[in-house]
């Protein structure tokens, strides 16, 4: 009896064994040919947001000890009929850091979100003072720092 459950042990090992370099030589489970989206996304922590008349001033973090900064006009929250709205603010969830989200379709920029604490009182948001001119308002892309 002790041999039969020996063999069948053996049996079972080896046909486990067979099955999985089958699986291992066919098609990878993420590559699904034609069906691959064409929208790429990537995040970076915010670590501060200035609020100016005309746009803000997001400053994020780069890998290593470095820091990014990008100007995000304030036209681009509503939709006209020329252009769909490209900047949406989302509430951060509790436990999270704020972060930022560049959404681009064939490698062209689509639009930005921006999860953050809703209230301006919040130490993650700043004003720019009044007078002070910001370049890059009229901007049609966004373009993160790696």
């Given at each position: ?31 699904h ?25 997001v ?54 979100w921006?999860t953050?604490p ?23 892309s ?5």
């Amino acid at each position: 009896m002790k041999k039969l459950l020996t063999i069948l042990a053996a049996a079972v090992c080896l046909s486990v064994s067979v099955s999985a370099e089958e699986s291992s030589s066919s098609t990878p489970i993420w590559n699904h040919g034609d069906n691959v989206s064409k929208i790429t996304y990537q995040n970076v922590q915010v670590m501060r947001i200035l609020n100016g008349r005309d746009a803000y001033v997001v400053l994020y973090a780069r890998p290593g000890i470095k820091m990014g900064k990008c100007v995000i006009p304030k036209s681009w929250a509503k939709a006209t009929k020329d252009s769909p709205r490209k900047l949406v603010f989302r509430k951060k969830p509790a436990g999270l850091d704020s972060y930022m989200t560049v959404i681009k379709e064939d490698g062209e920029f689509k639009k930005v979100w921006l999860t953050l604490p809703p209230s301006k009182l919040d130490s993650i948001w700043g004003h720019i003072p009044a007078g002070v001119k910001i370049e890059g308002t009229d901007v049609e892309s966004l373009e993160i720092q790696k």
